[in-house]
């Protein structure tokens, strides 16, 4: 019987503010955190959680993983220590890019002070792995820990790696995430240069009028726990992790396969991980990046995975509210859903009006939805795709 | 511009730097082990590089681990400023 995995703790930071409710419960009301075309956390405030010397040895992108981290550990009643021996404890913190603000104050210093003045700190502020490094270490998780790097599917594959890691008996706990700190000079000017990023400042996936994403910056954490044990132990469960899948497009690299046929591919195997026909599906939360590329090639993977079960189907983006976290942007979404299908809300794409020809699916326009049809538990899928051709494609129940 | 070390002006130098790198101020003192204040090799590395900037007394790695207290690191500088 192999092993079934429940989310017992969610955390998160996003441009709605500090915390998985803020994010969820803000998105739902149709608050946009969106401010001058950027979604920048501007609430967060780490000084409340992390010592002094936590804060200088953490890039921004580490500070915002431990703090959503902390969050979903306290939820999950972790807060003094794992119920389980910590070597049987993973940690997996998947990012797009890493600590991208060090490599750029220290380039800054190497250009102005020379080699000598480089602070001893540079390195372990910048590498990717830092996020699931320092979560580990502040925690004491001694099972497998490292980092998915996968631009923006990186925290869908670290969640989807978690669960194989329980599944295959590696772990009996594994805490997994995104984390991204990316509104930086360099970063903001290559993907302006890729013409990816909003001229308009706005997010407004699927929408016709759509040209491009906002970048966002945040953080989502989640507990994952083997079922079984999580129960013995009267853990209250938030909902199930059912299925993770995963494919490359093998295409272009960067711009997804029109058809979608690499999408359709992780769809389906999340699908049939989970063991959940298409019909069977109450909401999807899509990777909508308001991009005019992936919304369409999105939307045509939608039609091939799913089938006339497509059609009528709530399918939102969060992106529409906190713009698009790349490597956290999965971790952050998981989190929506999770808290979504508990209460069997669909929230909305905000600031979706003007349908485009092809782009005919249900995308939750104006406001939030109650998911009809529901007996018994909800199930979704949650879409991140990533520059690479990556994707990744996680199915969530409540 | 360096500063010329003596005791005193390592001492303010140094425990200012410790002071930045988390522990409470009030801490702080000659005898106190860097163990006991939380200060690894890693802070130790910066450490250094302030008291290179400030006295331009180089230490290496191999200097900095034989110190125990944030005394010993003061006496350290001050008589190689003066050697």
Known sequence: ?398 | MQATATQESVEAAIFRELARLGPEPEYVKRDITFDALGIDSLDLVEVAQLVEEEFGVLLKGEDMEKLQTVGDAIDLVVARAAS
Request: some cysteine; overall charge negative.
């Open chain 1, 1 to 398: 019987m192999r092993r079934r995995v429940v989310i017992t703790g969610v955390g998160a930071v996003s441009a709605l503010g500090d915390g998985a409710s803020a994010l969820y419960e803000r998105w739902k009301a149709g608050a946009c955190g969106i401010e001058s075309g950027l979604g920048a956390c501007r609430e967060f405030e780490p000084t409340s959680v992390l010592s002094k010397k936590e804060l200088r040895r953490t890039d921004r992108f580490v500070q915002l993983a431990l703090v959503a981290g902390q969050e979903a550990l306290a939820q999950a009643g972790w807060e003094d220590a794992p119920p389980v021996d910590p070597a049987r404890v993973g940690c997996v913190i998947g990012t797009g890019i890493g600590g991208i603000s060090t490599i750029e104050s220290q380039h800054e210093v190497l250009r102005e002070s020379g080699p000598r003045r480089m602070s001893p700190l540079g390195i372990p502020l910048m590498m990717g792995n830092a996020a699931a490094a320092n979560l580990a270490l502040r925690h004491g998780f001694k099972g497998p820990a490292f980092s998915t790097v996968s631009a923006c599917a990186a925290g869908a594959d670290a969640i989807g790696t978690a669960l194989r890691q329980i599944r295959a008996g590696d772990a009996d706990a594994v805490v997994a995430g995104g984390a991204e700190a990316g509104i930086t000079p360099l970063a903001c000017a290559c993907f302006g240069a890729m013409e990816a990023l909003s001229e308009s400042g706005i997010s407004r996936p699927f929408d016709a009028r759509r040209d491009g994403f906002v970048m966002g910056e945040g953080a989502g954490v989640l507990v994952l726990e083997n079922a079984e044990l999580a129960e013995e132990r009267g853990a209250q469960v938030l909902g199930e992790l059912l299925g993770y899948g995963a494919s490359a497009d093998a295409y272009h690299l960067t711009a997804p396969d029109p058809s979608g046929s690499g999408a359709v591919c992780a769809i389906t195997r999340a699908l049939d991980d989970a063991g959940v026909a298409a019909g069977d599906l109450h909401y999807v939360n899509a990777h909508g990046t308001s991009t005019p590329l992936n919304d369409r090639a999105e939307t045509e993977a939608l039609k091939s995975a799913l089938g006339d079960a497509a059609n009528g189907l709530p399918i939102s983006s969060t992106k529409s509210a906190v713009g698009h976290l790349l490597g956290a942007a999965g971790a952050v979404e998981a989190v929506a859903t999770v808290l979504a299908l508990r209460d069997r809300v669909a929230p909305p794409t905000l600031g979706y009006e003007v349908p485009e020809e092809g782009l005919d699916l249900d995308y939750v326009p104006g406001s939030a939805r109650g998911l009809t049809s529901v007996n018994g538990r909800a199930v979704a899928i949650s879409n991140s795709f990533g520059f690479g051709g990556h994707n990744a494609v996680l199915c969530l129940a409540s």
